[in-house]
């Protein structure tokens, strides 16, 4: 191999990508990397408005973007959502699953036990997660699968490999993804092309508007108990920033990867690896 195929791996001219939950913190980054690397994007998101902070950077190109309202729990909007990127940029060719996240009623803490977790915040929970994954797969992966290439990488969590305390709906419901991730690999292989990968990120503790709050202490902004243990944990010492996942993203979105189907990769600063001794 020269050099000059190497360095075209991470060209994307031309290529189009659809991103679920592509106007949150994390699925922001990939689209604006993507657009940078010459990718025809489109953000798709329940609330298209999330995506104005990012019309700035989006716009310096040298790819193409555009926001649709997609929800992740309703296939006649990602049916829609399909067809209009279609019309726009043409056949989707990477699917970037990025929705998800867990509900605070989800979560036990000193007032909520976890028997008195309520129904409908347990369920929605698994369903963002888990069907906000499948969905979009069985949507853009049809495509895909009819014209046999394609990329599928879909986003688990640290909570699949060990369970963390306090949030029982999410871990189960990443850990569930994490499977998906291989089977679906296994499955779209044998029945329809091996030029169609499927593969997962794993981020470790990332600080996110989300989860700030859980980590450091709003007053003080001081680290919390648990945000303290985290980084105990962690041996890179430290929370990600949503950059450090665009590395292993474009490597699982390239040819550079062109054997590695059906795996979870940690992003993580060590956590995984790490006993705590």
């Known amino acids: 191999m020269d050099l000059q195929t190497a360095t075209q791996w991470y060209n994307f001219t031309g290529r189009t990508v659809a991103i679920t939950g592509g106007a949150g913190i994390l ?13 025809n994007v489109a953000i798709l998101d329940r609330d298209p408005s999330l995506a ?7 716009g310096c190109g040298p790819g193409c973007s555009i926001v649709v309202y997609a929800n992740v729990l309703e296939s006649e909007t990602l049916v829609k959502a399909e067809e209009t990127i279609r019309g726009e940029f043409g056949p989707v060719d990477t699917l970037i699953n990025a929705a998800g996240g867990n509900n605070p009623r989800a979560t036990t803490s000193a007032d ?18 888990l069907l906000g994954t499948i969905l979009p797969c069985q949507v853009f992966g049809r495509g895909m699968a009819e014209r046999g290439e394609g990329v599928i990488l879909n986003t688990s969590s640290m909570n699949a490999f060990r369970p963390l305390t306090r949030i029982p709906a999410y871990s189960a419901a990443k850990a569930a993804v994490s499977n998906f991730t291989q089977w679906l690999a296994v499955h779209i292989s044998q029945e329809y ?6 593969n997962a990120i794993a981020p470790g503790f990332f600080m996110t508007e ?10 003080t902004g001081e680290l919390t108990p648990r945000g303290k243990t985290i980084i105990d944990h962690t041996p890179m010492g430290r929370f990600g920033v949503p950059e450090d ?6 490597w699982l979105l390239s040819p550079a990867s062109a054997f590695v189907h059906g795996v979870v990769v940690p992003v993580d600063g060590g956590f995984s690896a790490f006993s705590g001794v």
Request: hydrophobic residues 45%.
């Open 245 to 250: 996942l665009l590395g292993t993203v474009l």
């Open 210 to 219: 989300q989860n700030r709050f859980l980590l450091t202490d709003e007053a």
């Open 112 to 129: 909520l036990s976890f028997f008195d977790l309520p129904e409908d915040a347990l369920r929605f929970t698994v369903d963002l997660n």
């Open 193 to 198: 092309s091996d030029k169609i990968r499927v």
């Open 27 to 39: 699925g922001g980054e990939m689209a604006c990397m993507l657009v940078g690397c010459g990718a």
């Open 52 to 58: 104005d902070r990012l019309m700035d950077r989006l």
